[in-house]
């Protein structure tokens, strides 16, 4: 039976409730309707390892299992390990100023095989990649040949591989059309009301046993990061895949970093992961 932490049970649906808290808790009077925008993000590794917490997500090489996060503009260019990639790439992110505040951006970039392309918009945040729509009906862009890689380019390249691997922010492999990277950036002009999530290990790898756990931090004030939900244990062999749902929906915050991470009971385990829910805008 539903006790009274389910919205339903005082007459608002979850968005209302959200909308709500959200009032109370930061005093920001925000709008699911308005902004009218879903989000969610998804991510895959390879390279979760024994004891090692890392982020869901595809990151150049394997000694990169975390994101080093800059604190002003500096993810600047996007190149391809193949000379033939020469198509156009779409690249969501976020710039931020000097108090912390993020702005979403939208861009496209056209590659040029394994020469470097300046960014229009350099950002402090990239998350989110794909092969732009060819703008013609019934058309298919041709396959990416390469590794894509958006980055920090303050230590150059070598045969359009960036030369420092954390360097690289974002990544799309060869035979992709997106990224997939389950961490995320929120805007100071958002909030996002997440409502569902869902792990999985999947069938390549080794057996294992793996703790999934959603994080996030404050980059405007210098916060840590911190839990975001519980941790969830899935093994391989039994249960290898979990959806759940949030109810009341979980909070984030403006100018927040959010991202899930894993820790494998063996090294080179396969796992995913995808968290769902809606913006809402400051109004």
């Known amino acids: 039976m539903k006790g009274l ?8 649906t979850p968005e209302q409730y959200a909308e709500f808290v959200v009032k109370s808790t930061y005093g920001d009077t925000v709008s699911v309707r308005k902004k009218a925008k879903p989000l969610n993000k998804f991510g895959r590794t390879a390279n979760a390892d024994s004891g090692v917490a890392t982020t869901v997500s595809q990151f150049q090489g394997t000694t ?31 710039t931020i100023d000097g108090s912390g505040n993020l702005t979403f951006s939208v861009q496209t970039a056209t590659l040029n095989g394994q020469t470097e392309v300046t960014l229009a918009t350099p950002l402090a945040r990239a998350n989110r990649a794909y092969v732009t729509p060819s703008g013609t009906f019934n058309s298919t862009p041709a396959a990416l040949v390469g590794n894509v890689s958006v980055y ?86 039994a249960t290898p895949t979990l959806r759940g749902n949030f109810e009341p929906f979980r909070i984030v915050p403006p100018n927040h970093d959010l991202r899930v991470i894993a820790t494998a009971s063996a090294a080179n385990t396969e796992v995913s ?8 805008s400051i109004q």
């Not at 500096?74 to 990639?85: A, K, R, T, Y």
């Not at 070598?158 to 805007?187: D, E, F, M, Y």
């Open 152 to 237: 920090d380019n303050t230590a150059g390249i070598t045969s359009g591989v960036p030369n420092t691997a954390a360097a690289t922010k974002l990544v799309l492999n060869a035979g992709q059309t997106q990224s997939q990277k389950c961490q995320t950036a929120i805007s100071s002009a958002d909030y996002w009301f997440i409502d569902s999530y869902q792990y999985s290990i999947t069938g390549a790898g080794p057996n294992a046993e793996v703790n999934f756990q959603i994080e996030s931090r404050d980059i405007a004030n210098g916060g840590v990061w911190r839990p975001f939900g519980p941790e969830i244990s899935l093994e391989s062999g």
């Open 273 to 280: 992961a995808e968290i769902e829910g809606v913006l809402a």
């Open 64 to 94: 990169v299992v975390n994101e080093t996060f800059v604190t002003t503009n500096l993810i600047d260019s996007i190149v391809s390990s193949s000379g033939s990639d020469t198509m156009s790439i779409t690249i969501e992110g976020h």
């Open 5 to 12: 932490i389910y919205p339903s049970n005082i007459g608002m």
